[in-house]
């Protein structure tokens, strides 16, 4: 059974950072790319990074570039997302996936089956 369980989020002021978790289980997680995505309220999810270690892949969405570092534990099959420079419209619900992550447009469809999500953790950033 596929379980991902995202940790970390909380309440931070503008310019804080937070890092976020995604612990997974039942599945190979070298064999896959993970991503995060967010959704605020009132928008669409949308994906803002992902890594296949294996591969050598890491993928950024330009909002998060150069602020947000991903970085994935084999071992522990857990995969992270250090977040800098927060800023008020990073407010959102953060969830993590398996995902393509080929470092090119496909980077964010969703892999494995089934497709799954954890519960998400929320980040709110404001003074």
């Known amino acids: 059974q596929v379980q991902l369980v995202e940790s970390g989020g909380g309440l931070v002021q503008p310019g804080g950072s937070l890092r976020l978790s995604c612990k997974t289980s039942?599945?190979?997680?070298?064999?896959?790319?993970m991503g995060w995505f967010r959704q605020a309220p009132g928008k669409e999810r949308e994906g803002i990074s992902c890594?296949?270690?294996?591969?050598?892949?890491?993928h950024y969405v330009d909002s998060v570039k150069g602020r947000f570092t991903i970085s994935a534990d084999n071992l522990n099959s857990t995969m992270y997302l250090q977040m800098n420079s927060l800023k008020p419209e990073d407010t959102a619900v953060y969830y993590c996936t398996r995902v393509v992550c080929n470092g090119r447009q496909e980077s964010f469809w969703l892999a494995g089956s089934p497709v799954s999500w954890g519960q998400g953790t929320q980040v709110t950033v404001s003074s």
């Open positions: 890594i296949w270690k294996r591969a050598g892949v890491t």
């Open positions: 039942g599945f190979n997680f070298d064999n896959f790319g």
